[in-house]
């Protein structure tokens, strides 16, 4: 029976990571280094320690990382500023039928706490959030389970009665460790044949996920 339900927020929520790497290649361009295009599969759902980590050791330990950061979050910041944080299409919907039906919501994500309340104090989600945790809140974040263990520790619900939303193999698989049903909403990432073993299942969108917690209710 499913009592929770827990969702990612960059690539799941709001559609920040298809924005981040135009960041990405803004800074490459600014900065005349190498392009992280290579790498973007591998960088999703990290915490900045993980990313840091990958960047240098795919492309090299004189690769600017800081300055390619800070330009990157520079890019972004500036086009949320400027038309609003994007949010992805079905979120609104499954959120009011969460509240509606007693679910309990929570939030894990790799993102620093004081980005990640600035994001929904935009889009105006934050009040429907039994419990937010983000990356800066424990030792150990994504791609360690730990961060989902947490997030149903706070909610008071076994990790087998919660439902893990996701966008990537980077998320999706700590919320498999943990014992959680993942349900992947693709963004820029296809599921692989490795990764569908792991999921509940998989839908294109967030509207996708309302039929799957109908269905199960009906299993009861």
């Not at 979120?91 to 039906?101: D, F």
């Not at 009665?161 to 460790?177: I, Q």
């Not at 349900?183 to 839908?203: G, Y």
Request: aromatic letters at 8%; one cysteine or more.
């Amino acid at each position: 029976m499913i009592k929770a339900v827990i969702l990612d927020m960059d690539g799941t929520m709001f559609d920040t990571e298809t924005l981040m790497f135009e960041a990405w290649e803004h800074a490459s361009q600014e900065l005349q280094c190498k392009s992280a295009k290579g790498i973007i599969a591998k960088s999703m759902g990290l915490t900045p320690v993980h990313m840091k980590k990958l960047f240098l050791d795919s492309l090299g330990m004189d690769f600017p990382y800081e300055a390619f950061i800070r330009f990157g979050k520079d890019y972004s910041a500036d086009y949320i500023q400027k038309h609003g944080i994007p949010v992805k299409p079905g979120l609104y919907e499954l959120l009011n039928y969460l509240k509606k039906n007693g679910y309990k919501i929570a939030v894990a994500t790799s993102t620093a706490k004081n980005s990640a309340m600035k994001h929904f104090e935009r889009a105006k989600v934050t009040e429907y959030f039994d419990q937010i945790i983000c990356g800066d809140m424990l030792e150990k974040s994504k791609p360690d389970p730990d961060i989902y263990l947490k997030a149903a520790d706070a909610l008071k619900i076994a990790p087998q009665e919660c439902m893990a939303l996701e966008d990537s193999p980077n998320g999706l698989t700590p919320a498999y460790r943990a014992g959680m049903k993942t349900v992947m909403i693709p963004d820029l990432i296809a599921p692989h044949a490795e990764l569908e073993k792991m999921l509940f299942a998989c839908v294109p969108s967030l509207n996708g996920v309302i039929p799957l917690l109908e269905g199960q209710k009906a299993e009861q």
